[in-house]
């Protein structure tokens, strides 16, 4: 059966970034995904108003949380595949070409990610942010066997299914780790620095990079040794 690919977008408050998000989605994959799927997660601008604008479908998920969104996107998709990425994200030229292929040539292959290239960064900060996933993440990855960018990630829906979805009771760090975990149980999870998807640098910006840095690895590897994030208390900045 030749894949459905579906593409979903959650979106809070996302005027600023969502008309150029799917605008690279369409100039680089115009026709190329069976649909693609914008969650409006209870904005209060005109996120959904620019997103329709687009032609795409826009579902609404008013209680907050990018987890829910996600989830809210899963529900409707109806895709064999599930791709997500975030509303401030730039897909590049050949991203899905990179997710066919990879699970094309392993049928083993349930899961597929890659990392962030942040095209709003110094170039010293880039080249910072390129150690990281060389030294660190994808040493870590080859341990461990499984990691995810949920802003940048290709899923089978069937192994969501297995997983019961996406677990809303995450708020937000550790959430990619917790879908890496469960689906790593169903197959192989594949990260590929093939995958890349460009984002903005506004997230490292406001909380700062090297707090950023830490939280994300504390709560993966809180993920994987206990099973659930370190972070538990509600997420209230730049989702």
Known sequence: MENRISLIIPAYNEEKYIGDCLKAVFETHRNSFFEIIVIDNASTDKTAEIASSFGVKVFQENKKGVVRARQKGYLEAKGNILTFIDADTLMPEGWLN???????????????????????????????????WYILAIPIYKIVGYMVVAGNVAIKKETLEKTNGLDTSIEFYGDDTNMARNASKYGKVKFTTKLNMFTSNRRLKEEGTLKTTFLYVKNFLSEVIFHKPSNTEEYKGVR
């Open 98 to 132: 990179v997710i066919k292929n990879e699970f094309e040539k392993d049928k083993n292959v349930v899961c597929v990610s890659g990392p962030y290239i942040y095209y709003d960064q110094s170039v010293f900060l880039k080249f910072l942010t390129k150690l990281y």
